[in-house]
């Protein structure tokens, strides 16, 4: 059995976490991983204030493993939404970037969990700074928004700089993942792309679709979306957005465009957030699927390696 600070921290039977995701990790993927082992995550950028309490209640009704609420310390609201973390109960909240100092202690005093998200080892040094309880190190082959640096190199650097539990995400998607994660000195992994394309995901079967027909060259960084580098799948209109000279999107269509895909399965019109892990997934497990191989694929590698050793 693999056993972690952060199986520990977190109260989890496996080091494995959902990646918050707007508009796909919502209280049905998140409570299904959870369910599965796993810590499930409901990502609330994308929410209002009532569609958060009304998340919180239902994960919590559909699940009695501990789950975790994202968030972002820059939104107007964000003490609304920490007092919201508080009053349900929620084990766990978790920094989409930067946290603040005053929400993190917050959190803490009511006895809530705290992770930060972060791209760079200064950010993680910051968050630990502040009293984080872990971090989620997410390299560049990552989905969505993205830093500037692999994943191979950004989790033993992180881990070097913070005495904290350290989740290795970016580019995760199976047993031998977690065993690298392990090896590199993280704690546990984290994945987006690899939980959207699971049969919990409450995602569009067509847009599921685009996703498993991805190579390995078929995601792009770009700054043009919102100004900050994300990572999108490559398709036609991105490709026309990429041509276009000056900024072709407006920060306000940004919300519009990821719910068109996520939601309402527009794939022509769409912006599709995703890993460019997309390129070697071509099923659709469950999340009791995924989470029980990945497990025990990591345990079969962690003997392998064991063998390695004694020749
Ligand atoms: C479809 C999709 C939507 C995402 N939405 C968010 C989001 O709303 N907030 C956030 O902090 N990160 C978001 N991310 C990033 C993930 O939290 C995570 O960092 C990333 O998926 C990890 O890389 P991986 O896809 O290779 O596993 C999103 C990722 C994907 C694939």
Request: negative net charge; hydrophobic residues 50%.
């Amino acid at each position: 059995v693999i056993r972690t600070r952060l199986t520990e921290l977190l109260g989890i039977s496996y080091p494995i976490v959902q990646a918050a995701m707007g508009y796909v990790s919502g209280p049905r993927l998140a409570a299904a991983t959870s369910d599965a082992g796993g810590l499930g995550q409901i990502a609330s950028a994308t929410m209002s204030l009532a569609e958060l309490e009304a998340a919180i209640a239902e994960t919590a009704g559909r699940t009695s493993a501990p789950f975790g609420v994202n968030l972002r310390a820059d939104a107007d609201d964000a003490a609304e939404r920490v007092k919201l973390i508080i009053a349900g109960h929620v084990p766990v909240a978790s920094f989409a970037q930067a946290p603040r100092p005053e929400l993190v202690a917050a959190l803490k005093a009511a006895g809530v969990v705290t992770i930060a998200s972060v791209g760079a080892r200064r950010h993680a040094e910051k968050a630990a700074a502040w009293g984080i309880d872990a971090v989620i190190a997410t390299g560049k082959e990552g989905g969505g928004h993205v830093g500037a640096v692999p994943t191979s190199l950004l989790i033993p650097q992180v881990v070097d700089a913070v005495d904290v539990p350290v989740i290795a995400a970016g580019g995760f998607c199976d047993g031998r993942g977690l065993v690298a994660a392990l090896a590199w000195g993280a704690e546990g992994i984290a994945m987006g792309t690899r939980f959207l394309l699971t049969s919990d995901s409450p995602v569009p079967a067509a847009v599921k679709q685009v996703y498993l027909e991805t190579g390995l060259d078929g995601t792009v960084v770009t700054t043009r979306v919102d100004g900050m580098p994300l990572r999108v799948l490559r398709t036609s209109m991105v490709d026309q957005l990429l041509a276009t000279r000056g900024r072709a999107v407006m920060a306000a269509d940004v919300p519009e465009l990821l719910r068109a895909a996520m939601v309402d399965g527009r794939t022509d019109l769409g912006l599709m957030s995703s890993g460019q892990v997309a390129g070697v997934i071509d099923d659709l497990p469950s999340c009791a699927e995924l989470i029980e191989a990945i497990v025990r694929d990591a345990e079969a590698g962690l003997e392998r390696i064991a063998t390695v050793r004694s020749v």
